[in-house]
T-cell receptor, first 113, second 114 residues
């Protein structure tokens, strides 16, 4: 079945460490996205990519970095510059057309040790 | 600018009762609208979408939504709530300024009383 795979499901980070969250899709979608979700809040866009080798900052990009070297993959690195990284991170993909929905992975929960 | 507002961060209904989750949008152009559901510790799942055509949209799990341009609303309903409907629900609108981006509402948590 086609879908989006995020790994790991749970991730722990020590202070000062960078960690990378994986996102892979086999839907042949051009566009991919990373969102952050905090308890009781909606989704905030971190980064998005409409095509391979190109990506744009979202609303809360500071302290995060991404790459898009392959169509299927859009990893997110949470750097030590992100002072409050504890959150639920969601990856999504879409065809990129305005009338099409985004499809989501099951998320990665990041916690600080 | 486009935006979406969900009225009520928490809604509680009895099992078997009508579910009504409210969503209003702001858009100067015809909107593309979506409803998503999120169960605990999971990603978002598409319930239904409105693009063009019929204003009453049927989705999965017995949910439906009606696009009302005059009221700028896209409320989600289900005639009879089931315990399994307890979840967080998000209304969303596509942004014309960027073909790839969607703006999400802040979400409504639906609780079902036995």
């Amino acid at each position: 079945d086609g879908g989006i795979t995020q790994s790991p499901k749970y991730l722990f980070r020590k202070e000062g460490q960078n960690v990378t969250l994986s996102c892979e899709q086999n839907l042949n979608h051009d566009a991919m996205y990373w969102y952050r979700q905090d308890p009781g809040q909606g989704l905030r866009l971190i980064y998005y990519s409409q095509i391979v080798n190109d990506f744009q900052k979202g609303d809360i990009a500071e302290g995060y970095s991404v790459s898009r070297e392959k169509k299927e993959s859009f990893p997110l690195t949470v750097t030590s510059a992100q002072k409050n990284p504890t959150a639920f991170y969601l990856c999504a993909s879409s065809t990129g057309f305005i009338n099409q929905p985004q499809h989501f992975g099951d998320g990665t929960r990041l916690s600080i040790l | 600018a486009q935006s979406v507002t969900q009225l009520g961060s928490h809604v509680s209904v009895s099992e078997g009762a009508l579910v009504l989750l409210r969503c209003n949008y702001s858009s100067s152009v015809p909107p593309y609208l979506f409803w998503y559901v999120q169960y605990p510790n999971q990603g978002l799942q598409l319930l239904l979408k409105y693009t063009t055509g019929a204003t009453l949209v049927k989705g999965i799990n017995g949910f439906e939504a009606e696009f009302k341009k005059s009221e700028t609303s896209f409320h989600l309903t289900k005639p009879s709530a089931h315990m399994s409907d307890a979840a967080e629900y998000f209304c969303a609108v596509s942004l014309y300024s960027s073909a790839s981006k969607i703006i999400f509402g802040s979400g409504t948590r639906l609780s079902i009383r036995p």
